[in-house]
Structures are given as structure tokens and as C-alpha cells.
T-cell receptor, first 117, second 114 residues
Framework: GAVVSQHPSWVICKSGTSVKIECRSLDFQATTMFWYRQFPKQSLMLMATSNEGSKATYEQGVEKDKFLINHASLTLSTLTVTSAHPEDSSFYIC?????????????FGPGTRLLVL | GENVEQHPSTLSVQEGDSAVIKCTYSDSASNYFPWYKQELGKRPQLIIDIRSNVGEKKDQRIAVTLNKTAKHFSLHITETQPEDSAVYFCAATPRMDSSYKLIFGSGTRLLVRP
């Protein structure tokens, strides 16, 4: 149980294009999902907290107009990197809290590796 | 906001020895402290967690201790094996909001030498 998937697993795009990443909780409902970014050999940096049916809460320094988050259902959140540039190349990981489980526990997706040329 | 510091950044031990990774946090109201293991290119995996009403928790070869007064918690791995080699992250949940977001430490790269 408690499986989180992400799609795509990797994507290569040209500078200036937009990329959408999906995060799904497969066997549980998640009112809250989180989006992280991880650069090589670095820690996970929280970008935003996504709540079903409401606007996402962004961490300080994260541009909300560049990283659009939509949490339309209890099992799906999407992150769109708009007008991507090479410095946006990173490993993007989502996590989800199980509505029915221990409230603090987060389950992570497998990550999406983004390369912007 | 919450700040989590982790050390050492790298740790090399001989197979069978113990490994200890330490973290400190700044928000005295934080009450949930998970530890994650991340292998190269993969997702973080929860290996153990502890809540602020408990001082120690053990799961086979892995244990976590928490000192709330010092705002300090540690991961202990005994009888290390080569497959324990990975990056380990500690985290804390600040209680300033109800989202239960996690603030991660900088990570420790553990190498277990056969």
C-alpha cells in the first residue's frame, strides 16, 4: 500500500517550453501533496504544499507563476514548469500524505528528472 | 522557520561496524522526526520515524533517539551491511502550520566497506 507514482520519469525539453509533471497516489487518498526539487548531491528542497481544491502554498523564493501547481482531486497533483530554462534542470519529487494514515507520514514518488536544453 | 542541520556529510564504516548520524533542529515545537534512505536516482524511503513523546525507537538494526531539550536526534545503524550504503536524510515537521510539511537536513552519504 501507500504507493505514489509520477509521470513522466524523465523529460528533455527545449528552453522556453513548458513541462507538466503528474503525481498520483495509487491506493490512497491524499488531501495534501508536496513538491520537492533536488539538485545533484543535494538535499530535498520543499517547493510547495498542494492541497486538494485550494491554492498551493509556496515556500519562500519559489516563483508561483513559474511553477504552477494544480491539485484537482484527492489522488492527483500536477506541477507545470513554465518557460523552462537550463537552470530548472533538476530532479523533481512529489510526496503525499495518506488521509487515512498517520497524519505526518509522507510517501514519495519515484521522481521526474528534467533536463532543459 | 525550521532549520535542520545534519552531520557528518559523509561517513565510511567497515561492514559490521555501527554508524551514527546526527541532526539538530531549531523549532522547539517540532514533533515528528523521520529518517529517509535514498539510493542513487531513486525515491527517498522512510526507514524509521519518531514522535516527540518518545525518546527512543528501535526497528531491528536501526534505532533513533530524540533529545527534545537539546533539540537533537540521531540515527543508529548497527551491524552495517554493504546494502546500507546510501544517502540518509533526517527531517523535522515544524508545527507552525497544519500541513505537516517536512524540512530536510543536508544528507549523509554512508559507505559501508565490505
Amino acid at each position: 500500500g501507500a504507493v505514489v507514482s509520477q509521470h513522466p520519469s524523465w523529460v528533455i525539453c527545449k528552453s522556453g517550453t513548458s513541462v507538466k509533471i503528474e503525481c498520483r497516489s495509487l491506493d490512497f487518498q491524499a488531501t495534501t501533496m508536496f513538491w520537492y526539487r533536488q539538485f545533484p548531491k543535494q538535499s530535498l528542497m520543499l517547493m510547495a504544499t498542494s492541497n486538494e481544491g485550494s491554492k498551493a502554498t509556496y515556500e519562500q523564493g519559489v516563483e508561483k507563476d513559474k511553477f504552477l501547481i494544480n491539485h484537482a482531486s484527492l489522488t492527483l497533483s500536477t506541477l507545470t514548469v513554465t518557460s523552462a530554462h537550463p537552470e530548472d534542470s533538476s530532479f523533481y519529487i512529489c510526496s503525499a500524505r495518506d488521509l487515512a494514515g498517520a497524519e505526518e507520514t509522507q510517501y514519495f514518488g519515484p521522481g521526474t528528472r528534467l533536463l532543459v536544453l | 522557520g525550521e532549520n535542520v542541520e545534519q552531520h557528518p556529510s559523509t561517513l565510511s564504516v567497515q561492514e559490521g561496524d555501527s554508524a551514527v548520524i546526527k541532526c539538530t533542529y531549531s523549532d522547539s515545537a517540532s514533533n515528528y522526526f523521520p529518517w529517509y534512505k535514498q539510493e542513487l536516482g531513486k525515491r527517498p524511503q522512510l526507514i524509521i520515524d519518531i514522535r516527540s513523546n518518545v525518546g527512543e525507537k528501535k526497528d531491528q538494526r536501526i534505532a533513533v533517539t530524540l533529545n527534545k531539550t537539546a533539540k537533537h536526534f540521531s540515527l543508529h545503524i548497527t551491524e552495517t551491511q554493504p546494502e546500507d550504503s546510501a544517502v540518509y536524510f533526517c527531517a523535522a515537521t515544524p508545527r507552525m502550520d497544519s500541513s505537516y510539511k517536512l524540512i530536510f537536513g543536508s544528507g549523509t552519504r554512508l559507505l559501508v566497506r565490505p
